[in-house]
């Protein structure tokens, strides 16, 4: 990213007071970057903006478009070839692992029998499951099996497997921290010398968290607009680095707008609308339209608000990145 926004700074300099660049001036300008330094004063606007300026666009990912290439996928590659039989969502304006500017969001698919192997890894990753049953995942010794609407954690430096003992695919959006170590390469990782870490089957584990006490408290919740901030055993957020929230909107009825300094990476549970973004790059808001298990991301600072259009309430889950960012001490919201 900072090659990008190199090249764009120095083109946005040519647009400016600084176009009348002399000869004498143009060659004190290459020069500068011969001894691999440059001029404040040609990108100072765009380092220091007046409001947050996000490359990343708002983007959605129909899981109607996104299942029939998971499958072919399945064809192409088995889970214990790929190591992790993942489509990454890309943000269309950044490259992998940016499916926000700190949230890396992909589709994984196991299918039958099939073995992701035993690694560990420094980067952190949650997930949500999306469809099919008998698909489990060992975290550090721990095997739980993923039911629809479960989050379920690895922590970071935790040995963990997936595989799937029943008989139909298993799919699951991850979510992980990946943008943070292009920022601090410090991401370590290991391969477990066997297909599996030993594990035992848990049925209550700290890593894991069922949809239905979520769904219980946004439905037993007053008023047509509900959101649950997913929080450990101990009332913490998920991770140092990213956290989850689910949320009700009522049938027929619009979220508030809400907008903070932070991106987040939505994912429909059950019903139709869409949400109203304004991301700070964007001039007019946009209107993404959503059906049950579309993924959609949205830009840090963006405003923000969802209209269910079912006559049913529509439930979301959304991976957020708030614990870092309030971790910083970057937390604002309008
Ligand atoms: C990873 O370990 C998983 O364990 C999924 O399922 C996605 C993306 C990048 C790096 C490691 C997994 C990943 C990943």
């Not at 290991?190 to 239905?212: H, V």
Request: avoid cysteine; proline fraction near 8%.
């Amino acid at each position: 990213m900072a090659t990008e926004t190199a090249t764009t700074t120095t083109t946005a300099a040519k647009a400016t007071s600084f176009d009348q660049e002399t000869p004498k001036a143009a060659a004190f300008y290459s020069g500068l970057r011969e001894k691999n330094a440059g001029p404040l004063w040609t990108v100072l606007d765009k380092l220091v903006p007046p409001k947050p300026n996000p490359e990343s666009v708002p983007n959605i990912w129909r899981y109607s478009e996104m299942r029939p290439s998971l499958m072919e996928a399945g064809k192409l590659v088995t889970a214990e070839e790929a190591e992790r039989r993942v489509l990454m969502l890309v943000n269309p304006t950044l490259e992998a692992p940016y499916t926000t500017e700190s949230i890396y969001a992909g589709l994984q698919l196991i299918l039958p029998n099939e073995t992701a192997p035993a690694h560990r890894h420094v980067a952190f990753a949650l997930r949500f499951i999306i469809e099919g049953s008998g698909g489990f995942t060992a975290v550090e010794g721990e095997k739980m099996m993923m039911e629809r609407g479960d989050v379920i954690l690895t922590p970071s430096w935790t040995w963990h497997d997936h595989g799937n003992e029943g008989n139909s695919p298993v799919i699951w959006l991850d979510g992980l921290d990946l943008p943070l170590f292009r920022f601090l390469p410090l991401n370590f990782a290991d391969q477990y010398p066997e297909k599996r870490y030993p594990s035992t089957l848990s049925t209550n584990s700290k890593s894991q968290f069922p949809w239905a006490p979520v769904e219980k408290r946004l439905k037993g919740a007053e008023g047509p607009y509900a959101v649950y901030h997913y929080v450990t055993d101990d009332g913490k957020a998920l991770s140092a680095t990213l956290g989850a929230q689910a949320e009700r909107v009522a049938a027929g009825t619009t979220s508030p707008t809400v907008q903070e300094t932070g991106s987040f990476v939505y994912h429909v549970v059950e019903g139709e609308g869409y949400s109203t973004i304004l991301s700070p790059g964007d001039k007019s808001p946009k209107d993404i339209r959503w059906t049950g298990k579309d993924t959609f991301a949205i830009p840090a600072w963006s405003q923000i608000s969802h209209t269910a259009t079912s006559n049913t309430d529509v439930f979301l889950f959304a991976i957020n990145d708030r614990p870092m960012v309030t971790a910083l001490g970057l937390r604002r919201q309008a």
